[in-house]
């Protein structure tokens, strides 16, 4: 589960067990209400117990447009949960 959506970073619970600091992932964004679905490219920064932080090194023009878009859905639809699963 996404915990925390910034421009250049997020915090997922859930992944068990976590990847090794330095790790390159690829996580799926689902924004909420919305039929869109998008990755974003990351590496773990930190993991403390089920929370793992990520950093997003570099995204594309329409990876930023997708996290702009989900942090504005994520204000307005705080009751909604996103959902983000990371792939290795």
């Known amino acids: 589960m996404l915990l925390l ?4 970073s997020l ?6 067990p976590p990847p090794p600091v330095g790790s390159a992932l690829r996580v799926a964004i ?3 209400g919305r039929y869109i679905e998008f990755e974003v490219p990351a ?3 930190w993991f403390d117990g089920p929370e793992i932080g ?4 570099y995204l594309t023009a329409r990876q930023a ?3 702009a878009l989900a942090i504005d859905l994520i204000d ?8 983000a699963r990371a792939r290795r």
Do not use: F, N, R, W
């Open 11 to 16: 915090c997922l619970s859930g992944i068990v």
């Open 5 to 8: 959506l910034t421009p250049k």
């Open 76 to 83: 307005v639809t705080d009751s909604q949960p996103v959902h």
């Open 54 to 57: 990520l950093e997003m090194p």
């Open 43 to 45: 590496v773990v920064a």
């Open 30 to 32: 689902t924004l909420p």
């Open 65 to 67: 447009y997708g996290v």
